[in-house]
């Protein structure tokens, strides 16, 4: 009887011009040991700005950017070319990441952009373990309905939310209320102007939800029928 295991494993493979692509190795386990099923890379499930740069024409793709704080998470969302920020989060644990999932539906997202710490020198911080298991348990949630998860690197982003707002003339009592928001557009902003390039998937361990993935959320009949 075949069981899966316990984990992925990240691999690189390389494209065309040479340019490594992360990839994860799906492995399932029997009796003689582990063998290598597959591997899902960035070319199968290519995040919203990696396509829209491919594909100037393509329609679809709204994406919820996260900014994953100890007491808040500030989110912002996308909508064509249309980027702003959205509501600051004071929940955490599943409270959180059900809300999370609730705002993606009713916003119509089919993945998530999830801020990931790194130093200046580009190294992970401890803060970054948090952040990858929250977005692994996401990534559970989204699968299940199709979505997808992935991590950005937000070095330098607080910063930079807190200087818009600032240009902006937002009053100090808006900038703390909002800065969070203002952090996770910094996140989109940054996710699109480098067309999705040096993002990394999030994959669950489910191989089952992994075919969901690949798959896609349903289709929305009415949003692409003059394709068809």
Same mark, same amino acid.
């Given at each position: 009887m075949w069981t899966q295991h316990a984990a992925p494993q990240k691999l690189f493979l390389s494209s065309s011009n040479g340019a490594k692509i992360p990839s994860f190795a799906v492995t399932q386990k029997c009796k003689s040991g582990y063998m290598r099923v597959k591997a899902i890379t960035l070319d199968e499930l290519p995040p919203n700005a990696l396509r829209r740069n491919r594909e100037p024409q393509w329609r679809g793709g709204f994406s919820l950017g996260l900014d994953l704080g100890l007491a808040r998470t500030g989110l912002a969302l996308s909508k064509g070319f249309s980027i702003s920020p959205l509501t600051v989060l004071e929940l955490r644990g599943e409270k959180l990441e059900a809300k999370i999932i609730n705002i993606a539906g009713q916003e119509e997202v089919d993945e998530f952009i999830i801020g990931l710490p790194k130093s200046f020198d580009g190294k992970e911080t401890p803060q970054s373990n948090k952040v990858r298991s929250v977005a692994g348990r996401l990534a559970v949630r989204a699968a299940q309905r199709g979505w997808r998860v992935y991590l950005q690197n937000e070095h330098g982003t607080t910063t930079e939310a807190l200087d818009r707002m600032i240009n902006m003339g937002l009053? %100090?009592?808006? *900038? *703390? %209320? %909002? $800065?969070?928001? /203002? @952090? @996770? +557009? +910094?996140? $989109?902003?940054? /996710?699109?102007s480098t067309s999705g390039q040096g993002t990394e998937l999030v994959l669950p361990k489910n191989l089952e939800l992994q075919a969901k993935l690949q798959r896609g959320p349903p289709k929305d009949v009415d949003f692409f029928s003059d394709e068809d």
């Open positions: 009053s %100090k009592s808006s *900038q *703390q %209320k %909002k $800065l969070d928001a /203002y @952090a @996770a +557009m +910094m996140v $989109l902003e940054r /996710y699109f």
